[in-house]
DNA sequence: CCATTACGCTACGACGAGTAGCGTAATACA
DNA sequence: TGTATTACGCTACTCGTCGTAGCGTAATGG
């Protein structure tokens, strides 16, 4: 029975983190340059984040879900095709950057890290589930036996592939370009039919 | 023909830098307290490191340097003791925390990227290549053909091994067991099959 | 013994996180 | 159409940390 909080504001402050992350970076996004650009107050903020941590999350979280995996006929070029969209948004500095800095910190923050695993991995985990049935449609894997076993399946694969396209680009400092999805995609597949024998 | 630095001041830092990184975590890492605990002015740090980022690589390279590959009599036996103990070391909060950190950092700084290549993936490359060579005199792995083929393969296992054990550990937030690690190594070994025909 | 450099110390400026308090604007509800 | 209730903007503030300046002193090479 009172005014309600402006969903408009919580819109102007998200894309106002995104603005702000691309041209300073994490170090020097402050609190004080995300609420002059999406005008409000810094305490509005305040109102609705706990700190710039969760904000970022947030902000952030969207970046991920234009990840898509269109039919590109086969298992083997639908993973490439996937390895290449998601180390084409690693290759943002506001994707890269704020991804980064919020796992850092939720070293230390377990709140945090609830955040990130909600709204960004099990988000993205749809990636896997859904490569996974496209390909037992075509008969290039077998079907689904056990749930349990399919779900662990699903989780090692998305922690392969994931971690193995940011470890390359961001702790190697090598560039993923198709020859080494390729190379890549070769090495998950060959692992996959020794996983599903 | 002068006072050279102090050597031991040099290790009193890098060993309270890390005794700080236990208890502080990342975030609450301040210069000061390190120069405290260290028993040397907060002006001595400056004159040696730039800045807090490139103080911590330092301190925490020598970390990884504990990880070894015991033959434990297969190819199998090895990538899971490796995965394990890569996990058991970042289980330690100073490992985890500070790799995370400076790795958020270099996503903006080419330099720190460079010191963390140089003085952490460069140096812990040599225990897939010692893998490699071990599994190769057992006759599970073809010995070398092309030097650069073995090279891109090296990288791409590393990447893979360390990535997946990071992403599952930090980003996912599951703990690497060892029935975890029994299924990355059936994925991972199915895989270098694939690669090697 | 002396030039040179490192070191410790104190003090300081700059900046950003996060909070408090107040007046005002907007809205649900009666 | 009021009226209670809550969001909002604003200003001002505390607090902590970074990074630097300047100075006197200690250590070392020649």
Redesign the pocket.
């Known amino acids: ?6 969903t408009q ?2 819109q102007a402050i998200l894309d106002a983190t995104r603005a702000v992350l691309v041209e300073s970076g994490w170090s ?6 995300v ?1 002059a650009r999406a ?6 903020l ?3 984040w ?3 941590s969760e904000l970022v999350v947030d902000a952030v979280a969207v970046l991920f879900d234009e990840l898509e995996l269109p039919d590109r006929g086969s298992l083997a070029a639908d993973i490439e095709g996937v390895v290449l969209s998601f180390a084409h948004l690693l290759g943002h500095p506001e994707t890269k950057t704020s991804l980064m800095a919020v796992v850092a910190e939720s070293t230390t923050d377990a709140a945090l890290r609830g955040r990130i695993k909600a709204a960004v991995v099990d988000r993205q985990k749809r990636l896997v589930v859904e490569g996974r049935v496209r390909a037992q449609a075509r008969g290039e894997l077998p079907p689904d036996a056990d749930p349990v076993r399919t779900a662990r399946s699903v989780d090692l694969i998305f922690d392969v592939i994931a971690g193995a396209v940011v470890h390359r680009s961001l702790v190697s400092a090598e560039s993923v370009d198709a020859a080494w999805a390729r190379r890549f995609t070769a090495l998950l597949l060959g692992g996959l039919a020794a996983l599903e024998a």
Chains 1, 2 share one sequence.
């Open positions: 029975m009172a005014r309600p909080r402006s504001a919580d020097r996004l402050t609190m004080a340059a609420a005008g409000v107050a810094k305490t509005t305040y109102r609705r706990p700190g710039k």
